[in-house]
């Protein structure tokens, strides 16, 4: 397969050029208009796959509802909104739930599957902070332990690669070593950590934070909290969702101001109703509402509860309301996610030898075209 367009995204520009797939990886880039092409897409822009480290679910399916067919159902949904690999997402929940949600994850995955590529697990909750738990079941909070999570990340076939946690109720931050040393990237969420706390935990191996300015105390310029270390912790990864709901415009641009390009990742939090009509849904067992403008809620409250929004429309909203940059646009979208999880060998970036995934999109920032692997999927 060899195709072409006149913006196509390399090494942080958009380049003319064409794209040679070749079993499921970019063969070679070529000069636009070397050879002879199968699609040319004119002045459409390819930017790599992107990629979504934390999603519950969509389509009406949740990772906790535990079932390959909902489950391969939602992946190759995500693949229709250029998301070509992704991170289920559990929610707080009983051991049986969260023992089953991951489970089914390993063995889809054992399996095979057609579908967005399902990059590891990221495990949110129940290791949370009861006074910032968001939407999170209190009843299942629990004070962390390395025992317990072992037992998950055996049922998980070792695919649990983030897990979100309140590391200051980590006692001696032995679950916050145990993970960073054994490949699972620690996400400071659902928090009530303090500044100094934060760097504590950061210096016992946390690399990141879950959806910045959700789950956690305010920014306060005498106690910055973990929003202050978001944003002052250069090196930790710090997730973002950017549907205006959440975190509105001006916070989200000064976090990436503060952070930088390479640093910032896009979520959607996304929840089982992505892609349903507006009405009444459940997480983790709570009852949630969708409202008009596309998040959920705890039934009756104000409580945000996660998001609906299209990946290609989140990219579309940093570039044309939070005002960023291309190349930190699509670094949030894709590579910075890819190194966050260590597969930036492979994905989020479009060179020769990484894998064909790819998405097309047009000046509205809708779906043309997605390759998955060097196929067509949409």
Same mark, same amino acid.
């Given at each position: 397969?060899?195709?072409?367009?006149?913006?196509?995204?390399?090494?942080g520009?958009?380049?003319?050029?064409q794209?040679?797939?070749?079993d499921?990886?970019?063969?070679?880039?070529?000069?636009?208009?070397?050879?002879?092409?199968?699609?040319? /897409?004119?002045e459409?822009?390819?930017?790599?796959?992107?990629?979504?480290?934390?999603?519950?679910?969509?389509?009406?399916?949740?990772?906790?509802?535990?079932h390959?067919?909902?489950?391969?159902?939602?992946a190759?949904?995500?693949?229709?909104?250029?998301?070509?690999?992704?991170?289920?997402?559990?929610?707080?929940?009983?051991?049986?739930v969260?023992?089953?949600?991951?489970?089914?994850?390993?063995?889809?995955?054992?399996?095979?599957?057609e579908?967005?590529?399902?990059?590891?697990?990221?495990?949110?909750?129940?290791?949370?902070?009861?006074?910032n738990k968001?939407?999170?079941?209190?009843?299942y909070?629990?004070?962390?332990?390395?025992?317990?999570?072992?037992? /998950?990340?055996?049922?998980?076939?070792g695919?649990?690669?983030?897990?979100?946690?309140?590391?200051?109720?980590?006692?001696?931050?032995a679950?916050?070593?145990?993970?960073?040393?054994?490949g699972?990237?620690?996400?400071?969420?659902?928090?009530?950590?303090?500044?100094?706390? #934060?760097?504590?935990?950061?210096?016992?191996?946390?690399?990141?934070?879950?959806?910045?300015?959700?789950?956690?105390?305010?920014l306060?310029?005498?106690?910055?909290?973990?929003?202050?270390?978001?944003?002052?912790?250069?090196?930790?990864?710090?997730?973002?969702?950017?549907?205006?709901?959440?975190?509105?415009?001006?916070?989200?641009?000064?976090?990436?101001?503060?952070?930088?390009?390479?640093?910032?990742?896009?979520?959607?939090?996304?929840?089982?109703?992505?892609?349903?009509?507006?009405?009444?849904?459940?997480?983790?067992?709570?009852?949630?509402?969708?409202? #008009?403008?596309?998040?959920?809620?705890?039934?009756?409250?104000?409580?945000? #509860?996660?998001?609906?929004?299209?990946f290609?429309?989140?990219?579309?909203?940093?570039?044309?309301?939070?005002?960023?940059?291309?190349?930190?646009?699509?670094?949030?979208?894709?590579?910075?996610?890819a190194? /966050?999880?260590?597969?930036?060998?492979?994905?989020?970036?479009?060179?020769?030898? /990484?894998?064909?995934?790819?998405?097309?999109?047009d000046?509205?920032?809708?779906i043309?075209?997605?390759?998955?692997?060097g196929?067509?999927?949409?």
């Amino acid at each position: 397969m060899l195709i072409q367009s006149k913006n196509v995204w390399v090494s942080g520009n958009f380049i003319e050029a064409q794209i040679e797939m070749e079993d499921g990886v970019i063969k070679g880039i070529l000069p636009y208009g070397t050879k002879e092409v199968d699609e040319d /897409y004119g002045e459409e822009k390819i930017i790599p796959g992107m990629i979504d480290i934390h999603c519950h679910g969509g389509l009406g399916f949740d990772t906790n509802d535990a079932h390959r067919e909902g489950l391969v159902m939602w992946a190759k949904g995500l693949l229709e909104e250029g998301i070509t690999g992704f991170c289920p997402t559990t929610v707080t929940q009983s051991v049986e739930v969260l023992t089953n949600a991951v489970k089914n994850v390993a063995d889809t995955v054992k399996e095979g599957y057609e579908g967005a590529d399902i990059l590891g697990i990221h495990f949110e909750g129940p290791y949370l902070n009861m006074k910032n738990k968001g939407a999170q079941p209190p009843q299942y909070i629990v004070v962390p332990s390395v025992e317990q999570f072992k037992e /998950y990340q055996e049922a998980a076939n070792g695919l649990i690669k983030i897990i979100t946690m309140a590391c200051e109720n980590d006692p001696d931050h032995a679950l916050t070593r145990y993970c960073s040393q054994n490949g699972v990237c620690v996400s400071m969420g659902h928090s009530g950590t303090t500044f100094d706390q #934060a760097l504590i935990a950061v210096a016992n191996g946390a690399t990141g934070i879950t959806h910045a300015y959700n789950g956690m105390n305010g920014l306060h310029h005498r106690e910055p909290s973990l929003v202050g270390a978001a944003m002052a912790l250069k090196d930790t990864y710090a997730e973002i969702i950017c549907d205006g709901n959440h975190v509105v415009w001006p916070a989200i641009r000064a976090l990436i101001d503060a952070k930088g390009k390479d640093h910032c990742i896009m979520i959607d939090d996304a929840l089982c109703a992505k892609g349903c009509a507006p009405g009444e849904y459940f997480l983790g067992g709570n009852q949630i509402e969708i409202r #008009a403008n596309g998040s959920a809620y705890l039934a009756g409250t104000n409580t945000l #509860a996660g998001g609906t929004m299209k990946f290609n429309k989140g990219l579309q909203n940093l570039i044309e309301k939070v005002m960023v940059p291309w190349e930190t646009a699509v670094n949030m979208v894709s590579l910075n996610a890819a190194r /966050y999880l260590g597969v930036d060998d492979h994905k989020g970036k479009i060179v020769a030898g /990484y894998d064909a995934d790819l998405v097309v999109l047009d000046k509205n920032f809708d779906i043309v075209q997605v390759f998955h692997h060097g196929k067509k999927v949409k």
